[in-house]
């Protein structure tokens, strides 16, 4: 039976410290302050953000949302990022992706100062993480640490095998492993032997987008693995990137769909606004 990492359990445990924290920070006379930008009406990003803004609620952490029209140009989003920037009520920006097609994202990330940058997503912050220099890190990864390190999952000088190279999951995640003292593999659409790397890692992360594509067969007894993918299938059943009944036999630990590596990226989110903070 493997150990199953409850995401869940431990992101709340993170709130609720963060909770205390945000507290504190109040009777200083400092208000934690999370500006959330949703340009156009995605119904998906209408989702994550309304967590979003449900979680600043639990932790007392305030939030402002902008609910931007579809055809809000660029310069418009351009100008608000500008005043955030220069408003010293607010700690945190984060622009909802993905935005409209004629809104060019990289100029809105750009745009956000990396002192405000609590999705880890500037290129100022992508370069600290690189070259092991304080600085925001992207929620998701950051969030996978956390898991592993709370359930007591060592990390030094383990196998560890990234399936995925996005700059928001894939990269990241290969610099924290990196910085935790793992022996880091990072695998892709190109790799040869998928399968035969994956059998090597002591810790499989997995971000592939395809649902349910690792199998037992990719995977070395009593690994652990971290299940990225959030799908849902014909019936409205949410599934992840990993087969969960066929690995969990094999697997020393891993995470479920839903309930394991999904709560911690909103939680991770909190922590950032709070660090913004500090
Ligand atoms: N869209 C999907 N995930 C994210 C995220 O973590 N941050 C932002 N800003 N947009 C997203």
């Given at each position: 039976?493997?150990q199953i990492i409850d995401g869940k359990l431990i992101s709340k445990q993170i709130k609720d410290e963060l909770k205390g924290k945000v507290e504190s920070l109040k009777s200083e006379g400092?208000?934690?302050?999370?500006?959330?930008?949703?340009?156009?009406?995605?119904?998906?990003?209408?989702?994550?953000?309304?967590?979003?803004?449900?979680?600043?609620?639990?932790?007392?952490?305030?939030?402002?949302?902008?609910?931007?029209?579809?055809?809000?140009?660029?310069?418009?989003?351009?100008?608000?990022?500008?005043?955030?920037?220069?408003?010293?009520?607010?700690?945190?920006?984060?622009?909802?992706?993905?935005?409209?097609?004629?809104?060019?994202?990289?100029?809105?990330?750009?745009?956000?100062?990396?002192?405000?940058?609590?999705?880890?997503?500037?290129?100022?912050?992508?370069?600290?993480?690189?070259?092991?220099?304080?600085?925001?890190?992207?929620?998701?990864?950051?969030?996978?640490?956390?898991?592993l390190k709370r359930s007591g999952i060592e990390i030094e000088g383990k196998d560890c095998v990234v399936i995925g190279r996005s700059n928001i999951v894939g990269k990241p995640m290969a610099?924290?492993?990196?910085?935790?003292?793992?022996?880091?593999?990072?695998?892709?659409?190109?790799?040869?032997?998928?399968?035969?790397?994956?059998?090597?890692?002591?810790?499989?992360?997995?971000?592939?987008?395809?649902?349910?594509?690792?199998?037992?067969?990719?995977?070395?007894?009593?690994?652990?693995?971290?299940?990225?993918?959030?799908?849902?299938?014909?019936?409205?059943?949410?599934?992840?990137?990993?087969?969960?009944?066929?690995?969990?036999?094999?697997?020393?630990?891993?995470?479920?769909?839903?309930?394991?590596?999904?709560?911690?990226?909103?939680?991770?989110?909190?922590?950032?606004?709070?660090?913004?903070?500090?």
């Amino acid at each position: 039976m493997a150990q199953i990492i409850d995401g869940k359990l431990i992101s709340k445990q993170i709130k609720d410290e963060l909770k205390g924290k945000v507290e504190s920070l109040k009777s200083e006379g400092k208000e934690v302050c999370l500006a959330v930008i949703q340009v156009g009406c995605d119904p998906a990003s209408t989702v994550y953000v309304g967590n979003k803004k449900k979680a600043c609620e639990y932790i007392g952490i305030k939030s402002i949302a902008y609910e931007l029209p579809e055809e809000t140009t660029e310069e418009e989003l351009l100008g608000i990022i500008s005043k955030l920037n220069n408003d010293d009520n607010v700690h945190g920006i984060l622009v909802q992706l993905p935005v409209p097609k004629h809104i060019n994202e990289e100029h809105i990330i750009n745009a956000i100062s990396p002192a405000k940058d609590v999705d880890g997503f500037h290129p100022a912050s992508v370069g600290a993480l690189s070259i092991g220099k304080k600085g925001f890190v992207s929620c998701t990864p950051a969030g996978i640490i956390q898991l592993l390190k709370r359930s007591g999952i060592e990390i030094e000088g383990k196998d560890c095998v990234v399936i995925g190279r996005s700059n928001i999951v894939g990269k990241p995640m290969a610099m924290l492993l990196l910085r935790e003292n793992g022996t880091v593999t990072v695998c892709h659409s190109k790799t040869k032997n998928l399968k035969e790397v994956c059998k090597r890692a002591d810790i499989l992360v997995v971000a592939i987008g395809k649902p349910k594509m690792i199998d037992a067969s990719y995977v070395k007894e009593g690994a652990t693995v971290i299940d990225v993918g959030i799908h849902r299938n014909e019936n409205g059943k949410l599934c992840g990137d990993v087969d969960y009944d066929a690995v969990e036999p094999v697997a020393g630990a891993i995470t479920p769909v839903p309930g394991g590596v999904g709560p911690m990226t909103i939680a991770m989110l909190m922590n950032n606004c709070v660090e913004a903070v500090l």
